[in-house]
Structures are given as C-alpha cells and as structure tokens.
C-alpha cells in the first residue's frame, strides 16, 4: 500500500486511466453499433425507419401511436391475371432457316454389315449455324435401325454428336462469330450486321 502522501496522487491516476477507458468503452459501442447497421441494416420497412424514431422530434411520436389507432377500412378489388407466355419451341423459332447442310450419321454396326439391317425410321436435330450475317441450319439426320434376322434386338441408332453447349442449337461456328462480333469487331459493324439477319 502506498504511503499517504502519495494517494491523492494515486486516485486522480486511477481517475484518468477510468476517464480514459470509459471514452474507449463509447468509441467501441459507436463502431459495434455501425458493424451492426453494416450487417443487419438500419431497419429501413416501407412505412417506417426505426432511425427516425431516435431523432425524437416533439409530437411525431404521439402522431404515430394517433394513426396506429386510426380506424381501418378493408378494400377490394378484382384484378385479371395476365397468362403467362408460352416459350415458343426452338423447332418453331427456327422453321423458316434454310438449311444449308445436311449431315447423315450411320451407326458403326450398320456400317459393318449394312446388309443386315433394315432402316425404320430417323431421328433429326439441328444445329443453327451462320455465314456471318446470315443463319442457316445444319441438318443433323441419325437413322434408325433394327436387325433382319434378330427382331428381339432393340433398334441401333448413332449417338448424336456432342454439343458446344449441352441442350443447346448453336455450333461451333455461331458462338465463335457471337464472341469475335463482341470482342473484336467494332460495336457499329455487329449491330448492323445483326440487324441485316
């Protein structure tokens, strides 16, 4: 324990380092209080920000619990429902392109013993290809096949070529020209040539 001289000292020590440590402890709860409005929001509704109520301006407050209290009416209407559009089918959006190209893919089975298959029917796809400016389609055509001799064998069919996009119509060559028009080509010449198609 100090001697007493020296505790008037001591205990205005002790009172600065408290004052200090108390405007630290209101630094600390100001940002605490910002992180938090950072996070969660300021608590912003449609009708009311909760920071305006700490603006504690004269009367607002009685206002506010006046309107809560206000008599309400219940209004109704009919309104229609607009129906939804339908997404035309890509063989509807393409129809009237030209094709251009009509590639046949037989199945590796057929092309070994052609003479012991029999043709069934095909099945087609397309690919919407383009010379820039203009589209065309490239006919995809895989015949279907089925045994002469084994009819209990189930239909032979060439797998459809891979997709650049999976699901997608557009080759190769359409994307290629889609990403050069953008990048590289100046942004006058690819919406005139787009708008010639």
Known sequence: MPPFAELPAAYLALERERDA????????KRQLEWLRRQIFGSGKSEKLDRLQLLLKLQGVEAELAAR?????????YERRVPKPEKRA??????????ITETVVIEPEEVKAEPEAFEQIGEERTFEVEITPPQLTKREIVRPKYKARSDRARPPV????PARVVPGGHASAGL?????VAKYLDHPATTASSLRSC
């Open 157 to 160: 069919i060439a797998p459809a």
């Open 68 to 76: 809560a209290a206000a008599p309400k009416q219940e209004v109704s």
């Open 175 to 179: 994307l290629a020209w889609v990403c």
């Open 21 to 28: 440590l108390q405007g630290e402890v209101l630094d600390l």
């Open 89 to 98: 089918a890509p063989a509807e959006l393409y129809a009237k392109l030209p």
